[in-house]
């Protein structure tokens, strides 16, 4: 049976911003009573307010407790305790809280690799580790992972995040094993460049050196410049309205969007190659695939391999038709040839000619409606094993 949301008990961590705060919305909507976790009290009482605006009726609760998810496991497992005393048992655990920082293998501090481990990868397994044993007992319970594009594919500039990410897989693909017997269910989503606060703070880490870009980061958070980039946007993978290349001349650079580190300007090459998503969007397929139940995601599943095409198969936002998954596997194609690619094409843009350096790394077809379509990825543990006859 889908889980029923109306009256459950969803505790979103990483609640108060960007995914994890639309996800506590959606649930809100549908009903449920919501335990945000994350640190900063102020935040956590701002998006209660805002999630509170959404009630469908008057018993509806949201509680907000602060905590660090990827310090020290006793008090994570307070806090769901906590939680527990107030709003009864889980039902759902949204692992949302994470953080990510971009910048070249040798240009990142060791202690990057830790805290986006602790905070990605730990910050995930403790909530979990406190919630499992009484969903096995109660035999209900979903565990939503929010892994990243970069946790199926390593990409330029993300040795610390996508390894975190990858981790965060291998963690769920395993607890799925364990744990289904007893009617508990797993997701992982793999979501692309998403509008949140978060995002905002890692393009910041994105930007070259000054001399030849400007970076607008105020583009990527104004909605209405954002309102054509949703996925199914018609609009050229250049015209999305991202922080792409501005028009402003050097005089009349904010400096303060500028930050003059020696990080890859590859990284944002990649990420300007794909449209940025709505948080609600991404939030709402999370949910959905969330409480469905695995029979229909496995036969929706049919449409297509994306990723790692061979071996995994992966629930699409949107469904792709055998023609669409071939342009797909170009895609990755390009990707893997990314190394040969970057140079030629990072130089071009130092040039600032030809402007539109995207055509040169992938053709027009690639930039078109339905490539925007496929970049998120929800993927069901559980048809990957039925598929592979693992178990
Ligand atoms: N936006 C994007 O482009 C994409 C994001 N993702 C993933 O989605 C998740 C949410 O991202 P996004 O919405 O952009 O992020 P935001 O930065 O907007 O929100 C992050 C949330 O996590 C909380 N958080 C961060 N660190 C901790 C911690 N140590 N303990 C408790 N709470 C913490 C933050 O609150 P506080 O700081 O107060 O603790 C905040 O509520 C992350 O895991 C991210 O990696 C995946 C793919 C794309
Ligand atoms: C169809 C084949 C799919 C190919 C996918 C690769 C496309 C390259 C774009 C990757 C963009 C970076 C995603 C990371 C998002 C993220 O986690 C951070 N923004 C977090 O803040």
């Known amino acids: 049976k889908p889980l029923a949301l109306p009256g459950a008990h969803v505790v979103v961590t990483g609640g108060s911003s960007g995914i994890g705060k639309c996800i506590a919305i959606e649930c809100y909507k549908q009903g449920a009573f919501i335990t945000l976790v994350a640190r900063n009290e102020d935040k956590l009482l701002q998006a209660k307010k805002e999630i509170e605006k959404h009630s469908i009726n008057d018993k509806q609760v949201v509680l907000c407790i602060s905590v660090d998810v990827s310090q020290d496991y006793s008090q994570v497992e307070n806090v769901i ?4 005393e107030k709003l009864g048992p889980v039902d759902m655990l949204v692992n949302c809280a994470g953080m990510s ?4 293998f040798e240009d990142l501090e060791v202690s990057t690799f830790e805290r986006l481990m602790s905070v990605n990868y730990l910050g995930s397994v403790y909530p979990s580790r406190a919630v499992i044993t009484t969903m096995k007992e109660r035999r209900v319970g979903r565990i ?6 970069a946790g199926q594919l390593g990409l330029f500039g993300f040795t610390a995040y996508s390894s975190s990410k990858f981790a965060i897989r291998g963690l769920a693909e395993a607890l799925q094993m364990e744990v ?3 009617n508990v269910y797993v997701t992982v989503a793999y979501p692309p460049d998403t509008d949140t606060p978060g995002f905002a703070e890692e393009n910041k880490t994105k930007c070259s050196s000054p001399l030849d870009i400007n970076i607008n980061t105020e583009t990527v958070s104004h909605p209405e410049l954002n309102a054509g980039s949703a996925l199914c946007s018609d609009e050229p993978a250049l015209t999305r309205g991202r922080h792409s290349l501005s028009k402003q001349s050097g005089g009349e650079r904010n400096q303060s969007e500028l930050i003059p580190l020696n990080l890859p300007l590859e990284t944002r090459l990649i990420s300007e190659t794909t449209s940025v998503c709505k948080p609600e969007q991404v939030a709402k397929q999370i949910v959905k695939d969330a409480i469905e139940i695995w029979g229909q995601l496995e036969r929706e599943a049919s449409g297509g391999w994306a990723l790692a095409w061979k071996e995994r198969p992966c629930r699409c936002m949107f469904r792709l038709n055998r023609a669409e998954y071939r342009k797909h596997r ?5 990707l893997q040839t990314w190394g040969e690619l970057c140079p030629d094409c990072v130089q071009r843009h130092r040039k600032r000619a ?7 790394v992938f053709p027009a077809y690639l930039k078109s409606k339905q490539t925007h379509s496929m970049f998120l990825m929800i993927r069901s543990s559980s048809s990957y094993f039925g598929r592979t006859r693992l178990i």
């Open 354 to 360: 030809p402007a539109d350096w995207a055509d040169f």
């Open 81 to 84: 305790k906590q939680a527990q």
């Open 144 to 149: 939503v992972f929010v892994s990243s594009q």
């Open 101 to 104: 920082l971009a910048g070249k």
């Open 330 to 334: 170009r895609l990755l194609k390009y």
């Open 180 to 182: 289904k017997p007893y």
